[in-house]
């Protein structure tokens, strides 16, 4: 991976996307359950295109650089994506592929890695600006989800094996690495909460979020009213 990896301006942050390219039956598998592949392959990638375009605004007004570590058969440009130096992730559990991805951009001068996922394409600009403002006084900075899990997470150093055996997909990963980094010593910076779309919940709060301002999510406002859904309850 290393040798794919972009370098980073020296000093500035890597705002770092992990996330599955669009492949039909390999995303948003419980939206799928609910409104067939077609539609939640539609969503997955309006949420992934607007992700990717916030990625590169905050990083751009940081004076750092946005980068895809992609998972699923690339390159992005195949699915129609572009505009973003992107690499594959590793092979392993989500915590090994996103401690390889991290590492891979610390040492490419990346003097903070701000990392979040493709399930929050309305996640507010101030959050990247409050991660990188705590980069001198915390080693880790969260923002927790909803649900239990974390919707950004920030870096400035290798941690070793710091996800290694989390509950990936569980009420209990925020509480966990809570708990991983006080045991390691680690100064943890823990932002406001904000809220992933992987159910009925939180598409149902998308919709209604999109409802008031469109401009949060464009692509993904365009893919709603594209899947004329029905009225939200």
Not at 11 to 19: E, I, K, T, Y
Not at 40 to 59: G, Y
Not at 176 to 200: N, S
Request: net charge neutral; charged share 20%.
């Amino acid at each position: 991976m290393k040798e794919q990896c972009p370098d980073i301006p020296r000093g500035r942050p890597a705002v770092l996307v992990m996330g599955r390219l669009p492949e039909a039956g390999r995303v948003k598998t419980r939206l799928a359950r609910r409104y067939g592949q077609t539609t939640a392959l539609t969503l997955h990638t309006a949420f992934l295109r607007d992700t990717l375009a916030h990625a590169v605004t905050a990083a751009t007004s940081l004076g750092g650089r946005a980068v895809f570590a992609y998972e699923g058969d690339g390159p992005p440009s195949r699915h129609g994506l572009a505009g973003i130096a992107a690499f594959p992730q590793s092979l392993g559990d989500l915590g090994q592929r996103q401690s390889a991805a991290q590492a891979a951009l610390l040492d490419h001068d990346a003097c903070s890695v701000i990392t979040i996922g493709s399930d929050s394409p309305t996640l507010p600009a101030p959050f990247f600006r409050e991660a990188w403002s705590q980069r001198e006084t915390a080693d880790l900075v969260v923002a927790p989800a909803t649900d239990g899990g974390y919707v950004l997470i920030a870096v400035t150093r290798r941690h070793a094996d710091f996800y290694g055996g989390l509950e990936w997909g569980t009420p209990r990963v925020m509480a966990a690495l809570t708990e991983r980094a006080q045991k390691l010593g680690l100064t943890l910076h823990r932002m406001a909460a904000w809220y992933d779309i992987d159910d009925e919940i939180g598409l149902q709060r998308l919709r209604r979020e999109i409802g008031v301002d469109p401009g949060v999510a464009p692509h993904t406002a365009l893919a709603l009213e594209a899947l004329s859904l029905d009225p939200i309850p």
